[in-house]
DNA sequence: GATGAATGAGGATTCATTCAT
DNA sequence: AATGAATGAATCCTCATTCAT
């Protein structure tokens, strides 16, 4: 069946069946993909899939390790350690809108997928979304102390810092799902995308630094 | 097996499906839910649901539509028609987070579900979509007008509104999907939501109007 | 759902009943052919066919019975009594293939569906035949006697007399039966089919008479 | 489940399925035999005979060609090439006889069952149907011109060597079906229902001859 | 390292049939 | 005389998973 060579070595293997999972997945969703339909697109038997990673529930979590991980990285390779904050921001923003739309199908099985599925898998990517909400607090907060060192009251801040880093993911994570359900002309590019947020941010900083607000009973 | 008294009238039963549907398709996903998971739920017999709703299908796509119709008649019920537009953009969040807050599992079906299971149904909800990003540029556009007549270019604006327009509407649903997933104290109220969003809204809006933004060689 | 009016008397209901499902059960076989759509097609609700009819067992068998006693009457009534035996013979196929032609769905339902379904049903069937071989093979033996008073062999001739009436009525039924499955001017008239057939048993018969026959040591 | 051993290649299993498939189609008929049944009867799981077989439909599809082919084949290789073409027709008789006497599920499910389903199957029958018509048109031409070379009027002898070939083949499945219905001593042996076959098909073709015929006129 | 053969379990859908009115 | 409401019991089909080689 598979048209390539065969003896392939264990490693390779895995990232191959990895890649048509990944792939299927997106396409279909977790339970609509068939274990025959992610074999044949990986060239191989049934059985090895199963040797190799064991059951449905496994190979799911697999990709979605897989792909966290190299969204983690990428966000982690993009930032310049040593620059001013914002441009770490900035460059963390940027990291992330490329890295996604380089690879769309691992975007959607974490975002779109693993969060619908249920337990066991959506745990694993809130795991990984902690991990980028706290990444992004961080930054927001040292970029707060580079542009004001004397803020008043800064326990207020950190609550309202927090929340800005979630309201700024999950545009993100909203951008980034529109961006891979749009293709063609009309798609905005990494360096748009990360642009619009970082108005967003920005605003959002002066917002709170000034303790200029919208209220209802304005 | 139906717990409840028998032969209610069909218009009833229908709802009652619906209800339970909704329920499980929310908790499950798409292809998950069976139909006797759904039967059961709703103190029927799975014949009975196929006798009124034909097929998981048709449904599915009835749960859709009920619950887009209601979420959309929420929101216009929320806006004051004759209030200035930001107090009826304040109002219409006020109106989208209380409905999501209320029917956690109508927007899960809306927001997480449908438009992860393929064509015929995300179809369905990006009509939805298109409608509320719609209404929102609406008064986002006239809000700006309220706030400032003499704007100078017009044009630029109105690209420029509905993108802030397609972010705000993509942060609510952001903010709509996981507080859906939060439970307990901690989660925000309809208020807290709203008013950080307008917060959003308005300094996207400043940005807007004064031309003041961040850029990466800054 | 009945467009036509209601409060129809017992009888007529019941012929309406019967009417519809002989059409659906020739259209579409014992098991394919649904309850519901052949109460639809009768114009009343199902209920009504069970009050009437009891069940799809015998529902179908009251078909075959009204359809065996209809063919059975147009043969009957298409003989001349008083006529020679083969003038006798003609007409009664003759009535045959009119009435099969004119009511093609309980030619069908008889020959087709009726046998293919199993045992309660076949046996209806085997007996109508039995009768319509018998009914022939006195015609055949008549004629016989007619044409040649003084032949020889009678008791051989007994046994062959029989067995023509079977080809006969064999040849008839598969006849009917083609014919049943054409449409337009292709389909041969009754008096085409009638007349086909007496030369079948007219030349059998002379070979019965004569004793010439064909045999593979020739 | 299956109490013969197990780890059969799969073209042997296919034939085992396929054995059982028509023996259980001609009992129960298309609709009634159940998957179930069917792969009870192979003596393997239902999944299996999905996965050899497909579906219902072409598991039907694939014992009507199997038994339309194996039909064609014996009717074939009976007739022998080089005799005188009475010959030739009465061993191809003689083979239909047997090989329909040996396969009785098999001419059921071509002749009862297939015809009566519907479209997709009846077509294929027809098929056959057609081919075996025009051999023994072929064949009963090839008699006539033996028996009689100077014939006066051939080109209405054409029309009529196919209705009587037509005739003649209606008559050979009527035949066959009742056989197949019938079990015991009084059963026909393949020589009996060959040989009053051809002395219809020789008197018939005295008949086209000799321009004898019955009129109703007469 | 790799696969052809095989299955238990479950899911969507349909149908004959009944009951209360 | 007639029907809307309701269901138990199949039936077709798919899928994750295993075993022997």
């Given amino acids: ?28 969703g977790y339970r609509a993909a068939s274990m025959d339909e992610i074999a044949e697109a990986a060239g191989v038997s049934k059985p090895l899939v199963y040797l190799y990673l064991n059951s449905k529930d496994e190979l799911f979590t697999a990709c979605i390790r897989r ?5 983690k990285a990428a966000v982690r390779a993009a930032v310049e350690p040593d620059a ?10 940027l990291g992330f809108f490329e890295h996604t739309a380089a690879h ?6 974490l975002y779109s997928q693993a969060r619908t599925v249920g337990e066991p898998f959506a745990a694993e990517v809130a795991v990984m979304r902690a991990e980028i909400v706290a990444f992004v607090t961080g930054l927001i907060a040292a970029a707060a102390r580079d542009a004001d ?7 207020l801040a950190d609550r309202e810092v927090a929340a800005l880093a979630h309201a700024l993911v999950g545009a993100a ?6 961006n891979a359900g749009t293709t063609g002309p009309g798609r905005p590019s990494g360096k748009e995308s990360a642009a619009t947020l970082m108005n967003f941010a920005w605003s ?3 917002n709170l630094m000034t303790g200029h607000r919208w209220t209802p009973s304005r």
Wanted: aromatic share 6%.
């Fill in 1 to 28: 069946m598979g048209v390539q060579g065969k003896r392939v070595p264990r490693a390779v293997r895995e990232q191959q069946m990895l890649d048509a999972a990944v792939a299927t997945f997106a396409r279909r």
């Fill in 104 to 109: 769309p199908d691992g975007w959607t099985v």
């Fill in 84 to 93: 001013p904050a914002d441009r770490q921001l900035w460059s963390g923003l």
């Fill in 204 to 206: 959002g900083l002066d």
């Fill in 67 to 71: 792909e966290a991980d190299a969204l």
């Fill in 149 to 155: 060192c004397e803020a008043a009251d800064q326990s």
């Fill in 173 to 178: 994570e909203s951008l980034a799902g529109w």
